[in-house]
């Protein structure tokens, strides 16, 4: 028998299960809200899933819906550019991002241009915003782009000498930023022959994927780049690649071919140097391709003069990325060969994080258990690692600051 409310019922259903591939709305007036939802109703599109413009909104939605068009609401924001810097790390890479924002000057529109986002000057009328919701959607299926690609941001990880901790730190800023902040990333191992990455990952039985011919990057795309990485989580992978044929220097090329190909599915790529940075080669590279630069250092002499070492050969390439300095106490207090005070004069500058030393973190590191989800010291000095990175503010938790005032009392 037909039944009238069931076909109206289940074509509400359809066009509701369609819509987690559509758009998704992430508003701050009801104006825009309903503006868009108006224009979609009046051209036949479908409605998008409206959210109020909230950090948390965006961390759960951007991903969750699969959306293809993300569109973002900044009529109230003060600087769109710097709004949407400081939230590029929550939206997939394979997202077409409408900006609505008051601002109409020119260097706005080419800022988001250069990062990615399509813009709409608010207010619009309707015809405005569905040409260029059509447009977007048109490249979207082409695979042509208005404008350059969103790129992954690049975290180098040095290391000043071996043992100083650049890998640990490699691994808990990508599960910080994958499982605390909902951003996709992968791990780049600049270690051919060795390595602990896969212990500080939880990885069983892992092995590098060997790659014996640079013929390899003849015929290399995207899909053949990700089937070259092993999943950690939903949004963390590893890419790590041996060669018994090549030297180090063409297994090095392929890696950066491999990572080039990689940077538009990721939000972060982390480049693990460990202690392998120090040529200078090496260094230039870091200096002209890094976003971001993490120097790992301990309290030793050796470290502390390699530090300086490195951090003059960045000044030296004119490198314009920012630099975050980590002073990680490897050996009890007793043991270091220098001084907080003496590195801070010989470097010149203050180490942005100082990790204090936690006798029971090797312990630890092997448990069957994220570090995040155990209670230790150095959550606090990871949480402050991934805000510097973020560019976000970080707030010392009360209980950290006790700790803090407890050691050195003590």
């Not at 939802?37 to 479908?46: D, M, S, T, V």
């Not at 998008?48 to 009529?75: F, G, M, W």
């Not at 300086?308 to 050996?331: C, E, F, G, Y």
Request: hydrophobic share 40%; with cysteine.
């Amino acid at each position: 028998m037909f039944d009238l409310v069931d076909v109206i019922k289940n074509h509400a259903d359809k066009s509701e299960s369609e819509n987690q591939h559509g758009m998704v709305l992430f508003h701050q007036s009801e104006d825009c809200k309903s503006f868009i939802e108006e224009a979609c109703r009046f051209e036949g599109l479908a409605l998008p899933k409206a959210l109020a413009n909230v950090d948390k909104n965006i961390q759960q939605y951007a991903r969750e819906n699969k959306s293809s068009t993300l569109i973002i609401e900044l009529s109230s924001s003060d600087n769109v550019t710097a709004e949407m810097e400081r939230i590029s790390h929550l939206l997939p890479n394979n997202a077409s991002v409408i900006v609505v924002g008051t601002e109409g000057t020119i260097n706005t529109i080419r800022s988001l241009k250069s990062m990615g986002f399509h813009y709409l000057f608010w207010p619009a009328c309707q015809e405005e915003f569905v040409e260029l919701f059509k447009s977007v959607n048109t490249n979207t299926v082409n695979n042509t782009t208005l404008s350059p690609s969103r790129k992954a941001k690049k975290v180098a990880i040095l290391g000043a000498k071996g043992g100083v901790g650049a890998s640990f730190f490699t691994t808990q800023l990508a599960r910080s930023l994958s499982e605390k902040h909902n951003s996709s990333c992968v791990i780049a191992d600049y270690n051919f022959t060795g390595g602990n990455l896969d212990i500080l990952l939880g990885i069983d039985n892992f092995a590098k994927r060997a790659v014996n011919s640079t013929e390899i990057t003849a015929t290399l795309d995207d899909t053949y780049a990700m089937s070259m990485t092993h999943n950690v989580n939903q949004l963390l992978s590893l890419l790590s690649i041996e060669s018994e044929v090549l030297t180090d220097a063409e297994t090095k090329d392929i890696l950066r071919i491999v990572i080039d190909a990689l940077s538009s599915q990721y939000n972060f790529v982390l480049e693990d140097y460990s202690n392998t940075a120090t040529s200078r080669e090496q260094l230039e590279y870091i200096a002209n391709n890094a976003d971001i630069i993490l120097l790992v250092m301990d309290k030793s002499i050796s470290s502390l003069r390699e530090a300086k070492r490195i951090v003059d050969a960045l000044q030296h390439h004119n490198s314009t990325a920012r630099r975050v300095t980590i002073l990680n106490s490897t050996r009890p207090e007793k043991a270091a060969t220098v001084s907080e005070q003496e590195i801070k004069s010989f470097l010149d500058e203050t180490p942005d994080i100082m990790c204090a030393y936690e006798a029971s973190l090797s312990h630890a590191i092997l448990k069957d258990k994220a570090l995040h989800d155990q209670k230790l010291m150095i959550n606090t000095t990871l949480d402050k690692l991934t805000s510097l990175v973020l560019g976000k503010p970080f707030k010392q938790p009360t209980s950290a600051k006790l700790k803090q005032w407890l050691r050195k009392v003590s």
